[in-house]
């Protein structure tokens, strides 16, 4: 059975100095109750792949205000303070990848893909030390595709044999992140019985997925709210 009875149970596998991806884009499709579920278990010294690492007070910034957080690998940093204090006194080891490049090399990974050669970073800090080559007179960098211990992924709707369908936004890193995996938990809103979800609209099949946890209350937070005067 794939169902687990409650976060906590779906996270006992986590462990610490653990890889871990989590799927999201700022606060939008994130995992937000695996995330509590990570604070509250306290494991440290964790690997965190995400395109950000959240805001100070929720998301992934839960994890780093609890010191949980030993690197972060990600496109982009700045919404959080707590991350770049961290980062200028050298508590926190960063790797900060070009946004298209972290997506692909998810996909990658997640495709049993070792490596590729993309031309961005070329000429830059990024390059530095690298392996390039060209193509048809073009300079191109090699990126090795990403993988990690456990995937942490918020869907929409699931069925119990873990087939997932993410809700509009919410399709941003999370189906990459589902496949890259080597333990792929998914945090879903609604649960349904096989044959219940539309084949065709099935965006992460469920051979990928190991643990799936039942969430439907979902706070949702907004990352940063505009309103009219």
Known sequence: MKISASVSQALEVARNDASIM????????IPE???????????????????????????????LNNRQIRKMIASYVGENKEF????????LEVELIPQGTLAERLRAGGAGIPAFYTPAGVGTPIAEGRETRVFNGKEYLLEEGLVA??????????DTSGNLVYRKTARNFNPMIAAAGRITIAEVEELVEPGELDP????TPGIYVQRIVHCPQQEKRIERRTVRV
Do not use: M, P
């Open 149 to 158: 211990d456990f995937a942490l992924v918020k869907a929409w709707k699931a």
């Open 84 to 91: 770049e204090r961290q980062y200028l006194s050298g508590e």
């Open 33 to 63: 109750q695996l995330i509590l579920g990570l604070r509250d278990k306290g494991v440290r010294g964790l690997t965190v792949i995400s395109n950000n690492c959240g805001v100070d007070d929720w998301g992934l910034g839960l994890l």
């Open 200 to 203: 065709d609209q099935i965006h």
């Open 22 to 29: 989590v799927g999201g884009f700022g606060l939008c499709g």
